[in-house]
């Protein structure tokens, strides 16, 4: 351990910190990047004993409304015969368990292939999914045929990087040391060449967020639906226009603390930036359909005909799937902090669960 660096997991405090004390400070995003994946890779972190709970982990409802939004899709394409239901992040496996059990009901069988970085958590997903084929990340997802993909709450694990306003220029946010404890400071040179327009019009302390890698993973996925055909269903808090801020925030058993406290120990997160990913889509000639509100998309998909359908077969589950059922769609649980955003090849037909003319 290095001097003073405290941590309940201490070979990411270590590795951070002895960078740090090597180097010099580094980004943000580095700093994120490091922190998360020791994260993943030491724990599973889902689940009321874990440090936070998906949608997916509350009730089966949600991978289900997931698949007959997939197989809906699939079937009005014409169901073609080749095709890949590709998984980002997929945690235990039980949104694609869920979803994939709802599709082969509508006939729709594809081959599954994950992307996840997580040794603990791949273990877990094998267990539900024997056959799935996995991937460190994106660029060995197969290329001969659709792809229907899923990120829920995956691009708000990928890292960020903060511009902070200070005497008319932006400078990049640094994580340094000071003695026991990892501090963010801008660093001394602007970063012109990193951000595109002026810091003058902003307050000194303005904080702008962006995504490099959700930017190359959204660009990267954009350019194989726009080739291959099929969707990507973007599910995550975040927002939908630009905007100004930190987001980043770190939650460990179900507690919020200091990004800054516990790296690898905590998990660390940042809202997404539908914009820029909606944006990106555009540019490779897709459809973008949302984001919405998670509440709205699941009560348009028939989360409520489908409650009511588990209450009739289990009325002594009754209170659980009604629980369930607000946890997933109230406005002040998940319903509406959460938006679905989906981008769909321009041959493609429209998805359900959005409404046009709104926006
Ligand atoms: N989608 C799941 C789990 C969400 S937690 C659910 O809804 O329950 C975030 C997931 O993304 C985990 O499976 C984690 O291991 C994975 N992950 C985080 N960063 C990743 C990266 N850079 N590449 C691939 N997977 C990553």
Known sequence: MPDGIKADHPTAAHIIADKIDREGPISLGEYMAIANAHYYASKDPLGEEGDFVTAPEISQMFGEIVGIWLADLWLRKGSPGHCHYVE????????????LRSMGKFGCRPEVHFVETSPVL????????????????????????????VANEFFDALPVEQYVATSGSWRRQMVARDRSK???????????????????????????????????????LGNRLAKQGGTLLIIDYGYARPGTGSTLQAVKDHMPISPFDCPGASDLTAHVDFHTLANIARTRMLSVHGPTQQGQWLKSLGIDQRAAALI?????????????????????????????MATTAIDWPQPEGFSYGEE
Do not use: Y
Request: hydrophobic share 40%.
């Open 312 to 340: 009739a077969a289990s009325p002594k589950q009754a209170d659980a799937i009604r629980a369930a059922h607000q946890r997933l769609t109230h406005p002040e649980e998940m319903g509406c902090l959460f938006q679905v």
């Open 122 to 149: 791949k273990t877990r997903q094998a267990q539900l999914h024997p056959e799935a084929i996995w991937h460190d990340d994106i660029s060995t997802l197969p290329d001969d045929g659709p792809l229907l993909i």
């Open 88 to 99: 980002l992040g997929p945690g235990r496996g039980t949104l694609a368990h869920d979803a």
């Open 182 to 220: 990892f501090v963010a400071t801008p660093s001394i040179e602007t970063a012109a060449d990193q951000i595109s327009g002026s810091a003058s019009g902003f307050p000194d302390g303005t904080i702008l967020e962006r995504s490099p890698v959700s930017v190359e993973v959204a660009g990267d």
